[in-house]
């Protein structure tokens, strides 16, 4: 089948600055919100932000059908013309992954975010396969997701640096292991030949001081500017203001760390946005209790916002 082209360049992605791994928000009806997820995609960026991932862990994207993951990248694409965006490329099936890499790069993704396949997990040999194919199934840089909590899957820094050299549009690695060490394994084995994201949010300071250089952040959701200037202190190495900000965002970034992840962040962007807080199952709202949980930890954050910012 013959490839459209595109009416304008696709973008050049940069894997150096804070890219918001975005919440899949949905109508009142259960369906993608694509007007919501537009504006969202435009705070995000006008805050800072140097690109967009859709269809990550954050964004549900196992409850999401192929079409809602095509349709919600091609709204990202339009909402933000010129900025890069880099799906999540997850499936249970290596076919349906490869398929779905054709589709980002059919309307316009600049990157892909690839992971290991849902639910199953065994040996490099099976999941080092999945991911060549898929990052061989285009030419759009790639950036590996390294996450052995959630997915059960770890890729060591060894066969990291396979990939690396049999694929040379392999260009980044989002780590999520939680060991600062891993970025310093991976920076002595292959160098400047990928550059690393951190991707839990309460190990961005520790990340960049052991050599990362981009941040796939999550609360990010709800405080765009305030994460792009952690970021920035971390990366300039102003140690006080990253210290101030960090002990500042702590409470709310190890809400990204828990497995009701996606609900936390999703209230407290509604808090501060006011979009629609709901998700879909298996997943359900949050308790009572961890409502409540949850509010005091923003009320404690919104009080002391304004003496940092």
Not at 178 to 188: C, E, H, K, N, Y
Not at 270 to 281: D, F, L, P, W, Y
């Amino acid at each position: 089948m013959k490839k459209k082209s595109l009416s304008n360049p696709r973008p050049t992605v940069n894997w150096q600055g804070v890219i918001p791994a975005i919440t899949t928000l949905f109508r009142r009806d259960g369906k993608l919100d694509t007007a919501a997820i537009a504006r969202h995609c435009q705070w995000m960026v006008e805050a800072g932000c140097i690109g967009i991932v859709p269809c990550g862990s954050l964004g549900e994207s196992a409850t999401l059908s192929f079409e809602e993951k095509v349709e919600l990248m091609a709204t990202c694409v339009q909402a933000v013309p010129g900025t890069p965006i880099i799906p999540g490329i997850a499936s249970l099936s290596t076919e349906e992954a490869v398929a779905l890499a054709w589709a980002a790069e059919r309307v316009g993704c600049a990157g892909l975010m690839v992971l290991p396949p849902y639910v199953y997990s065994t040996d490099w040999h099976e999941m080092g396969a999945h991911v060549s194919a898929v990052i061989g199934a285009t030419k759009l840089p790639c950036m590996l997701y390294n996450n052995p909590p959630a997915y059960k899957t770890d890729f060591l820094p060894a066969q990291v640096q396979e990939l690396a050299q049999r694929h040379p549009n392999l260009q980044a690695i989002k780590e999520s292991s939680g060991d600062a060490r891993r970025v310093t394994a991976l920076r002595q084995l292959l160098g400047p030949r990928l550059t690393i994201l951190v991707g839990m949010d309460d190990c961005i300071v520790e990340g960049v001081a052991a050599g990362a250089q981009g941040w796939i952040a999550g609360l990010v959701n709800a405080f765009p500017e305030e994460s792009v200037a952690l970021y920035e202190a971390a990366m300039a190495g102003d140690q006080k203001r990253a210290d101030e900000i960090y002990r500042w965002f702590l409470p709310l970034l190890r809400l990204d760390t828990v497995p009701k992840f996606v609900q936390y962040i999703k209230w407290v962007q509604a808090q501060v946005r006011k979009t629609n807080a709901s998700v879909r199952g298996p997943r359900l709202a949050l308790t009572k209790e961890e409502t409540k949980q949850a509010q005091k930890v923003l009320a404690t954050a919104l009080k002391a916002h304004a003496k940092l910012f």
